[in-house]
């Protein structure tokens, strides 16, 4: 009896040490898989590192390919596109005037009243119309009618107070948010559709002119006084209620900038210089890079990926398209490599896409104490239960690490931009104010990345620049702002002025 009493201790005793074991082995392997964990994180806070001396280094390369692209055409990653605006909005403007802003699988028509000096905007009104799926593909005339249709339409419901003065056109502002080779401040041809579209006998048109035959089409007596694209219009909105207004930047899906260039430092524009002797340049800032770029194995796998490899790398690694796209990239190689989310990978998580920046705002905004908004954004995106703390707050890491270095080198951009107009020192104790328009979803809904972003430009300028230096926030540029250039290109200015 007492043999088998002791044997049964030794097997009992045996078994308590096994389990020991594999506990003592699971710590040892949680804790390698963590210490995995922060290495990955570690290793993405060097790459993504903005020292204030590199993000000098981006925005001396942004001035000096600004440069290069206004010297010729194809002579910087750069377009620096002329878009013949060489009138922005002073203020004085008076009247109604039209928009019409294409972009999408929807399109707006606007109407805006403006008052002059005094009044401003007395009057908006706006409607959005759908586009049929089958008019996207189909041809240009079915288009462009159906687009004048629906104009018409909205110019037959002008109420009481909102009529133009008799003898006179009505003058629209188009933004076309295609690529288009601009030939005036008037007219351009269409280079290809995006976003879906593909109406083959538009290419290589004159969109403006197909739009006007359909308005005459429809028996509207209509002129389109400026064709346009968001990023324009956004420096004309701001311009109109602040002069010291020398440039634009939409942080939204994509990002872009435009500016306020002198006439006779563009050696590639071939026309007489224009009376103002400015001109409004197009800087398509997405497809900047450099060797000063910091980038990783994550945005170089993302571009490879990519529709357009090669292309837009600074959009890549700044617009609100592409962000959530990074953090899952790196979230992906923390559950593959370190088993972040368990032994198996989260299938959702294998997805490209899914996890979109306005959640990754989410996340990276959650001030709760147990990060509760953390832990249901990845029930609900990647269907990941049962986080714990320290997890949550490894992915808050990496949401900021990378929402940080978009937001510098936001930062650097604009940067780049005074740098080239001379306006990023205090000259001959001369203060020049100077203010950036900005507009889009991530500058306007990201609280973290546009206070970053802000806070940097400052860091960059240094205190006797920055006491001059504002951004402000320049809404619905490719609505009210095309109005307002249709406004600021009036043929009927002459006559007012005289």
């Known amino acids: 009896m007492g043999k088998v009493a002791v044997g049964a201790a030794v097997v009992c005793t045996a078994a308590l040490c096994a389990v020991a074991a594999l506990v003592v082995r699971h710590k040892r392997k949680s804790s390698s898989r963590w210490g995995r964990v922060m290495e ?45 605006v060489d009138n922005l909005p002073t203020g004085d403007e008076k009247g109604l005037f039209y928009a019409l802003d294409l972009g999408g699988t929807n399109f707006r028509v606007l109407r805006v009243l403006l008052g002059g000096k005094e009044d401003r905007v007395v009057r908006q009104e706006s409607e959005e119309v759908s586009i049929p799926p089958h008019l996207m593909t189909g041809s240009s005339d079915a288009l462009f009618d159906f687009i004048a249709a629906a104009l018409a339409k909205f110019v037959a419901t002008e109420g009481e107070g909102l009529h133009i003065s008799p003898g006179r056109q009505r003058e629209l502002g188009f933004t076309f948010s295609f690529p288009v080779r601009q030939t005036s401040i008037s007219s351009g041809t269409l280079i290809k559709w995006t976003k879906g579209f593909s109406i083959q006998d538009a290419v290589g048109q004159d969109v403006v002119g197909e739009l006007t035959k359909a308005i005459e089409r429809v028996g509207l007596d209509m002129r389109v006084a400026a064709l346009v694209n968001d990023t324009i219009g956004t420096l004309a909105g701001g311009r109109y209620y602040n002069q010291d207004v020398i440039a634009a930047v939409i942080l939204g899906t994509g ?82 490599e370190a088993d972040l989310f368990g032994d198996t990978v989260p299938p959702k998580l294998k997805i490209p896409f899914i996890l979109r920046t306005p959640v990754m705002s989410a996340i990276h905004h959650d001030s709760s104490s147990d990060l509760r908004v953390v832990g249901t954004k990845l029930k609900d995106i990647f269907e990941i239960s049962n986080t714990s703390l320290s997890l949550r707050r490894v992915i808050v890491e990496v949401c900021d690490v990378v929402a940080t270095r978009g937001a510098r080198l936001s930062a650097a951009g604009i940067v780049g931009i005074l740098k080239k107009l001379g306006r990023d020192t205090v000259r001959n104790g001369e203060k020049q104010n100077s203010v950036v328009a900005l507009d889009g979803g991530l500058y306007e809904h990201y609280t973290k990345f546009s206070k970053c972003m802000e806070g940097t430009v400052k860091e960059l300028l240094g205190e006797a620049v920055s006491e001059n230096f504002v951004i402000t926030h320049s809404n619905d540029g490719s609505g009210i702002g095309a109005a307002l250039l249709a406004a600021s290109h009036s043929q009927y200015l002459d006559i007012e002025e005289s």
């Open 40 to 84: 990955i994180l570690k290793e993405l806070e060097e790459k993504c590192g903005t020292p204030i001396w590199k993000l000098r280094q981006v925005a001396d390369a942004m001035a000096v390919e600004m440069h290069a692209g206004l010297a010729s055409d194809g002579g910087s990653k750069l377009k620096m596109i002329i878009s013949y």
């Open 255 to 336: 990002t872009n900038a435009a500016y306020v260039e002198r006439a006779h430092a563009i050696p590639k524009w071939q026309g007489l210089l224009p009376k103002s002797g400015e001109m409004v340049i197009n800087t398509e800032w997405g497809n900047f890079r450099s060797s000063h770029l910091p980038l990783t194995e994550y945005d170089q796998s993302l571009d490879v990926e990519s529709l357009n490899p090669g292309e837009q790398i600074f959009e890549k690694m700044i617009s609100g398209m592409y962000l959530g796209e990074i953090v899952r990239r790196v979230l992906l190689r923390m559950a593959e």
